[in-house]
């Protein structure tokens, strides 16, 4: 709910610029002026990296005893008051010889932000490059020595946008279902008599959740991404569109501007790990078809629990995030899977109780498993497409987007 909130806030006031929507109360006190910020690049080059907040400055990163205190200039930014709403409605009327059944539901959910007045603390560069002037960087410190191995890009934080009071989110959901079906038995034993039997029900489900955000919460940031060579040098990336990194021993450069997700450096090609054998021949089709070879059943329950998280891009995201996080593990266990919301859970269950999976799971290769990487794919491509789309994608019947594929290809 927070994440959509201030999702919602950037798309409306900065949606094409350096602002980075905060996506966790708790990262807030994180996100202070010069704190390190991990930027993590995806595995698919239509992917938006993601952004991970850390314990430490950049004053905990630098070799030498002397603390760097940042400069800070603050300033009113301003006041925002936003409400998003959406109303689904669906009907389904089959039948099917006596039997008729009608079926109807719909649901209006709103989402509604008062952050009311806002500031915006600036970090002064040219103090910290003054400061910072022929320091290096710690080249052992433990936070490098794990970004290294997973070629992530560090960044610092350069302004942020803070609320100036207390403030709510509020969610309110209503959903209703009817559901009636007719039996009519006709002829019975040859006599002209006709039984018929009416059931109707109707279900209404409420919720109304209001999150209190206390003065000084972030709620978006922008950074400026570092440079770190091997031998300790660093610089800051100043000009827009320039992108840092970990000086690599022997640095991939990619031919086609497709697999460079934020460009070029100094006119040169980003260095990056390099991409999979399935981007560079285009056979993403290929890699789908583990999912297309599932059974009947396990892939029809796979795409209905999918439906229901293409409702809530947060958990959305975050079905991907752990997608992606266990695609790159030795073992799995999804139940170790704490934070998990029900949707995404199910979705990954649905692919893990397919006919086999148990001995691949015993054998801890779960991370190799093909239809895992797949769904992985799927639900990447899924979540760089818009809000509308989602909706759409997630009120279609299973039924209609198997036909519809047929038609058009």
Not at 88 to 107: F, I, N, R
Request: charged share 25%; aromatic share 4%; glycine share 6%.
């Amino acid at each position: 709910m927070f994440s959509k909130a201030t999702a919602n806030f950037i798309h409306q006031i900065d949606p094409e610029g350096s602002l980075i929507h905060v996506s966790r109360v708790n990262d807030s006190h994180k996100l202070t002026p010069m704190a390190l910020v991990v930027k993590r690049n995806r595995i698919w080059f239509w992917q938006t990296p993601k952004y991970q907040p850390t314990d430490f400055t950049l004053s905990d990163l630098l070799q030498g005893d002397e603390v760097l205190i940042p400069g800070v200039t603050e300033k009113d930014f301003l006041s925002y008051d936003g409400s998003f709403g959406d109303a689904l409605s669906t009907e389904l009327d089959t039948e099917a010889g006596p039997l008729h059944v009608k079926l109807k539901g719909q649901g209006i959910s709103k989402l509604q932000s008062s952050f009311g007045k806002l500031k915006k603390e600036e970090l002064d560069v040219k103090k910290l490059l003054h400061d910072s002037d022929n320091r290096l960087v710690n080249m052992d410190h433990v936070l490098v020595q794990q970004l290294q191995k997973r070629a992530d890009v560090l960044a610092v934080v350069k302004e942020r946008i803070l609320t100036t009071k207390s403030c709510s989110v509020t969610q309110t959901k209503k959903e209703q279902c009817m559901l009636q079906g007719v039996l009519g038995l006709v002829g019975l034993l040859g006599k002209s008599v006709k039984v018929c039997v009416k059931d109707s029900n109707n279900i209404e489900l409420d919720s109304d959740v209001s999150l209190e955000i206390p003065s000084g919460t972030v709620i978006a940031y922008s950074i400026l991404e570092l440079e770190i060579k091997k031998n300790g040098e660093y610089d800051i990336c100043l000009q827009p569109g320039t992108i840092g990194g970990f000086e690599a021993d022997t640095p991939f450069l990619c031919e086609d501007s497709l697999h460079v997700v934020d460009g070029e450096r100094n006119g040169h090609k980003a260095p990056m790990k390099a991409p999979p054998i399935n981007l560079q021949n285009g056979s993403q089709e290929m890699d789908l078809l583990p999912l297309a070879e599932l059974p009947q059943s396990t892939r029809r329950a796979f795409i209905e629990k999918l439906r229901k998280t293409l409702r809530d891009r947060a958990d959305l995201s975050y079905l991907q995030g752990v997608l992606e996080e266990l695609c790159s593990r030795e073992t799995l266990d999804v139940d170790k899977e704490e934070g998990l919301p029900e949707s995404p859970r199910a979705s990954v269950s649905a692919l893990l109780e397919q006919p086999g999976s148990d001995s691949d799971t015993e054998n801890g290769q779960c991370g190799n498993s093909a239809p895992l990487k797949a769904a992985c794919l799927l639900v990447s491509a899924m979540e760089e497409l818009p809000d509308e789309t989602l909706r759409l994608l997630s009120e279609s019947h299973p039924d209609f987007l198997e036909a519809f594929d047929t038609l058009v290809s």
